[in-house]
């Protein structure tokens, strides 16, 4: 029965494709399987590095698969993800459905949102308050949080990781329900975590078996290819604690009068007046309660920038945000890391809203889109030797760089954009300039307690997550560390 109503939905799937595009031809792709189509064809694992290659394969920068009726296309090259997403940014507006995030137990946030009056709402309402102006109020944050960091990375040099993940939950954390975290062990920083590690080794966005086959959410979950739907139920439980706990205790805050600027506290002022005043309530609590937790949940040759953050601040003091402006080596050096490693290296999947047709090929409405944001930062036309950190190369020629473009496309593209970018480019510019102030760190030494070289591994599942791995950390200096005590001490 289950193979009948397959082979029914791939032929009409297929009738109706070759019916709409009459002449015009589907961008190509690698050779799918009978029924499955390209399911089993495109890996779980790394998949845009897959993708990368049949790209070069099918001399084709846009490729077309589908499996079960569902049908999606991958952009390989920037020209063709800023031609659909940016310029036609009107019909690539709307997501896929995420089935597979649905049965994790996400409520509605804007990141999963279809394109629509709900979808508006929350835009309109999560936008403000990340704007490049406004998030200059949360500077303080920022740099308290960066101080904490470098700080926590020194004195426990065998355990950094839990200093970075603090620095980035504190932060998200007051913004969004005006939680203070009190420190690295803190049952806020493992809730955050585990959501977070949900969502991004939860495979590429809209990519399992369920957001292909809808009907296969209701299978047991002992079955052999069900892999994605264990891992669902699996975590399903962090994904409700991070959109219910933190809203729980922002609220208790709230009763007991500890007010603060929060997002969440904002809203539910908003809220209680238009109760009071009989007005609708567009935003729910529902709303105000999952936009709190996409915050949480959506929200890395450093000698040369050393050297740079040194003349800029002397040595007799900690960077504070006037000096940024002042540090463009280290704004390079951001930009080169997000080049290396996007962290969404297929982005967040947009949808179409009607038919196109691109250089020839055509689109239909309702197939899925990934910008392969990896190749893009990796096409050797526009980047040389794009495997070797490098920040020069976007300098001009005249100052010794090759003049290449800054890297585009790991915060998305076009109506979709993230909403975060101001925020996180902030944090992570104030943290690195922090660190190259205070910290210096090294390969970890070896058998003859030699620094030795060695290439981090990663989880391509999904976000593009480095495995924590052993660095050699000291202080940079007895001046920089009394000046980061000195300072931390009096937060
Ligand atoms: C380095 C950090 C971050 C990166 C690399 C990042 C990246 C992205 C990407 C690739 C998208 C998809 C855009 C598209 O569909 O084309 C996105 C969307 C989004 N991001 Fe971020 N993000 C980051 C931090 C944040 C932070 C801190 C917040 C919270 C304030 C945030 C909130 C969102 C939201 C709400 C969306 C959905 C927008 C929509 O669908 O309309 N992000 N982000």
């Given at each position: 029965?289950?193979?009948?109503?397959?082979?029914?939905?791939?032929?009409?799937?297929?009738?109706?494709?070759?019916?709409?595009?009459?002449?015009?031809?589907?961008?190509?792709?690698?050779?799918?399987?009978?029924?499955?189509?390209?399911?089993?064809?495109?890996?779980?694992?790394?998949?845009?590095?897959?993708?990368?290659?049949?790209?070069?394969?099918?001399?084709?920068?846009?490729?077309?698969?589908?499996?079960?009726?569902?049908?999606?296309?991958?952009?390989?090259?920037?020209?063709?993800?800023?031609?659909?997403?940016?310029?036609?940014?009107?019909?690539?507006?709307?997501?896929?459905?995420?089935?597979?995030?649905?049965?994790?137990?996400?409520?509605?946030?804007?990141?999963?949102?279809?394109?629509?009056?709900?979808?508006?709402?929350?835009?309109?309402?999560?936008?403000?308050?990340?704007?490049?102006?406004?998030?200059?109020?949360?500077?303080?944050?920022?740099?308290?949080?960066?101080?904490?960091?470098?700080?926590?990375?020194?004195?426990?040099?065998?355990?950094?990781?839990?200093?970075?993940?603090?620095?980035?939950?504190?932060?998200?954390?007051?913004?969004?329900?005006?939680?203070?975290?009190?420190?690295?062990?803190?049952?806020?920083?493992?809730?955050?975590?585990?959501?977070?590690?949900?969502?991004?080794?939860?495979?590429?966005?809209?990519?399992?078996?369920?957001?292909?086959?809808?009907?296969?959410?209701?299978?047991?979950?002992?079955?052999?290819?069900?892999?994605?739907?264990?891992?669902?139920?699996?975590?399903?439980?962090?994904?409700?604690?991070?959109?219910?706990?933190?809203?729980?205790?922002?609220?208790?805050?709230?009763?007991?009068?500890?007010?603060?600027?929060?997002?969440?506290?904002?809203?539910?002022?908003?809220?209680?007046?238009?109760?009071?005043?009989?007005?609708?309530?567009?935003?729910?609590?529902?709303?105000?309660?999952?936009?709190?937790?996409?915050?949480?949940?959506?929200?890395?040759?450093?000698r040369k920038a050393q050297g740079e953050v040194d003349r800029v601040l002397g040595k007799d003091r900690l960077p504070t945000w006037e000096d940024i402006a002042n540090l463009p080596f280290t704004?390079?050096?951001?930009?080169?890391?997000?080049?290396?490693?996007?962290?969404?290296?297929?982005?967040?999947?947009?949808?179409?809203?009607?038919?196109?047709?691109?250089?020839?090929?055509?689109?239909?409405?309702?197939?899925?889109?990934?910008?392969?944001?990896?190749?893009?930062?990796?096409?050797?036309?526009?980047?040389?030797?794009?495997?070797?950190?490098?920040?020069?190369?976007?300098?001009?020629?005249?100052?010794?760089?090759?003049?290449?473009?800054l890297p585009i496309g790991n915060f998305g593209f076009g109506r979709r954009i993230c909403i975060g970018k101001h925020l996180a480019e902030n944090s992570l510019l104030i943290l690195l300039a922090t660190m190259l102030a205070t910290v210096d760190i090294d390969w970890p030494l070896g058998p003859q307690g030699?620094?030795?070289?060695?290439?981090?591994?990663?989880?391509?599942?999904?976000?593009?997550?480095?495995?924590?791995?052993?660095?050699?950390?000291?202080?940079?200096?007895?001046?920089?560390?009394?000046?980061?005590?000195?300072?931390?001490?009096?937060?």
């Open positions: 029965m289950g193979a009948a109503i397959v082979i029914i939905i791939a032929a009409y799937t297929t009738i109706s494709l070759v019916k709409k595009r009459g002449r015009l031809r589907l961008p190509p792709g690698p050779p799918s399987e009978p029924l499955l189509g390209h399911y089993r064809v495109v890996p779980l694992d790394a998949a845009f590095k897959q993708y990368n290659e049949w790209a070069k394969e099918y001399n084709s920068d846009v490729l077309f698969f589908q499996t079960f009726g569902t049908k999606w296309i991958v952009l390989n090259s920037l020209r063709s993800a800023t031609e659909l997403l940016d310029k036609r940014g009107a019909n690539y507006a709307d997501r896929p459905r995420f089935v597979m995030f649905e049965e994790m137990g996400w409520s509605p946030t804007l990141t999963w949102l279809r394109w629509g009056d709900k979808y508006h709402i929350h835009r309109k309402v999560l936008q403000p308050p990340f704007t490049k102006s406004k998030v200059g109020e949360y500077a303080g944050i920022q740099r308290r949080q960066a101080l904490i960091c470098c700080k926590g990375i020194i004195d426990n040099p065998c355990d950094w990781v839990s200093s970075v993940r603090l620095f980035s939950v504190a932060i998200v954390l007051k913004i969004a329900y005006g939680l203070d975290v009190d420190g690295p062990r803190s049952p806020w920083v493992r809730l955050a975590e585990d959501a977070a590690n949900a969502v991004g080794k939860s495979g590429a966005p809209a990519s399992s078996i369920m957001d292909r086959f809808p009907a296969t959410r209701y299978l047991p979950d002992w079955l052999p290819f069900m892999e994605r739907l264990r891992y669902a139920r699996t975590w399903r439980p962090a994904i409700q604690d991070i959109t219910r706990l933190p809203f729980e205790a922002s609220l208790r805050d709230m009763d007991s009068t500890a007010e603060s600027g929060s997002f969440v506290h904002s809203r539910i002022r908003v809220w209680q007046k238009n109760h009071e005043k009989g007005l609708p309530n567009l935003f729910t609590l529902e709303d105000i309660k999952g936009a709190a937790a996409t915050i949480t949940i959506a929200g890395n040759d450093t704004k390079l050096v951001l930009q080169e890391t997000y080049r290396m490693n996007p962290l969404s290296p297929l982005g967040i999947p947009h949808a179409s809203v009607a038919d196109d047709v691109y250089n020839g090929m055509f689109i239909p409405k309702s197939t899925i889109v990934y910008p392969n944001v990896w190749a893009m930062m990796h096409d050797e036309s526009v980047y040389r030797d794009p495997f070797r950190f490098w920040p020069e190369r976007y300098l001009p020629e005249d100052q010794g760089g090759n003049g290449e473009p030699r620094p030795t070289p060695f290439e981090p591994e990663w989880s391509f599942r999904g976000q593009a997550i480095v495995l924590p791995f052993k660095a050699s950390i000291t202080s940079r200096s007895a001046k920089s560390k009394a000046l980061l005590d000195a300072e931390t001490d009096v937060l």
